[in-house]
């Protein structure tokens, strides 16, 4: 399967890749991962004067693209450049926002789309195991408006975000479709406990708890109880976005592993020489080539009725984990014991292949889910 980008597309990935290159390099990455907010805001700002960050909505949300290609294009040369940062927190955020479509929604989009603003998307939970209707943090109407008490488990970047959009059950029990709610919560909102963290690939991601949160009435986006399909939705757009991610590393770690083969040399001639480890660079390549047409997939699927669409996106996602460990594993072997130093740039997209998967559901949520929609049609 082919996917040919737009002429404006391939504009955008070719400046993305240049500034990303010439302004973002991966040691200046290293120096900021340990630390909040993990990422240069230099750089962020940069990006969102060159219209990365519109480039990933539409226009009738005040950006200029928003179609799957587009995103696929940023995400693919953000993953190429190992960029840490909060954009795919602030797609599904701002996809949210979008879709409420309120004056109050799109200004903090429109401050989004700027760089003015990071906005989280906290939902996942610490007993939720990837099932996006196990929502146990509770909202309950109060005479302020809303009260919210609950806990999110490794929301990205959450340290760094000026507002979480919070998703809690107004009703129901755990594993209910119906009845949850999502809210725009302030990171200064009294009762709210933000614990960040840098993960193993230097991400940074956090804990949220909510102890009584007090929120105003207008802090609901859209309809109380109704927000799964939104939620679901907003799901499927990050997943898209970590597929291309994936794509973009891969072709790195299968661009240097391919010049170190050809110039270690051993016993007198390149390693690269060798039939056996010819083989083994080979199932590399096929098994990448699958990975992207998996994404392209995905990618065409993104606008079908919602079986296909999801099929094809925990296709890609299962397909992208997989090959994703494999290529990761193989090409630290086929590199010997430097793979994994941290001086080489090989070891940090190593460890962000492996940390992709574990985004949105890993490889054995995404086969059971793509295996029970097949039973479902």
């Not at 725009?184 to 009762?191: C, D, I, N, R």
């Not at 998996?294 to 669409?309: K, M, P, Q, Y």
């Not at 099929?311 to 594993?329: C, D, I, P």
């Not at 130093?341 to 962000?352: G, N, Q």
């Amino acid at each position: 399967m082919e996917f040919n980008p737009t002429a404006d597309q391939q504009m955008l990935s070719d400046m993305l890749n240049r500034f990303l290159a010439e302004r973002y390099p991966l040691e200046a990455r290293a120096r900021l991962v340990d630390r909040a907010p993990g990422y240069s805001l230099e750089a962020w700002t940069q990006l969102a004067e060159l219209g990365v960050l519109g480039a990933l909505f539409d226009p009738a949300a005040g950006g200029y693209g928003g179609a799957p290609g587009d995103i696929a294009v940023v995400f693919e040369a953000l993953g190429r450049g190992a960029v840490a940062g909060p954009f795919l927190q602030c797609l599904m955020a701002g996809s949210v926002l979008a879709s409420v479509a309120t004056a109050a929604s799109q200004d903090l989009l429109d401050a989004i789309i700027g760089g003015q603003t990071v906005v989280a998307f906290a939902h996942q939970e610490p007993h939720s195991r990837y099932e996006l209707s196990r929502v146990e943090t509770r909202a309950e109407k109060s005479a302020q408006g809303w009260r919210l008490s609950g806990t999110k488990a490794v929301v990205a970047f959450a340290d760094a975000a000026d507002y979480l959009i919070v998703s809690a059950r107004a009703s129901g029990s755990a594993a209910d479709e119906a009845g949850v709610s999502l809210f725009l919560v302030p990171v200064t909102a009294a009762g709210l406990t933000i614990q960040g963290y840098a993960g193993v690939d230097g991400a940074r991601s956090a804990e949220v708890v909510l102890n009584d949160v007090e929120v105003a009435p207008d802090a609901l986006l859209g309809v109380e109880g109704g927000a799964f399909v939104l939620v679901e939705q907003v799901t499927g757009v990050g997943i898209l976005a970590l597929c291309a991610d994936a794509i973009g590393a891969l072709d790195v770690v299968k661009a240097s592993t391919v010049e170190y083969l050809q110039t270690r040399v051993q016993f007198g001639q390149p390693i690269g020489s060798f039939q056996a480890l010819q083989h083994r660079m080979a199932t590399l390549l096929i098994e990448i080539e699958q990975a992207r047409s998996a994404l392209f997939n995905a990618v065409a699927a993104f606008h079908d009725d919602g079986t296909v669409r999801e099929r094809a996106l925990s296709a890609a996602k299962y397909t992208l984990g997989r090959v994703g460990a494999l290529v990761a594993e193989e090409a630290v072997q086929l590199h010997g014991g430097i793979g994994m130093t941290w001086e080489i740039p090989l070891s940090h997209y190593v460890k962000r292949l492996i940390m992709l998967d574990h985004h949105l559901g890993d490889v054995d949520h995404h086969i059971e889910r793509y295996v029970a929609l097949g039973r479902a049609a």
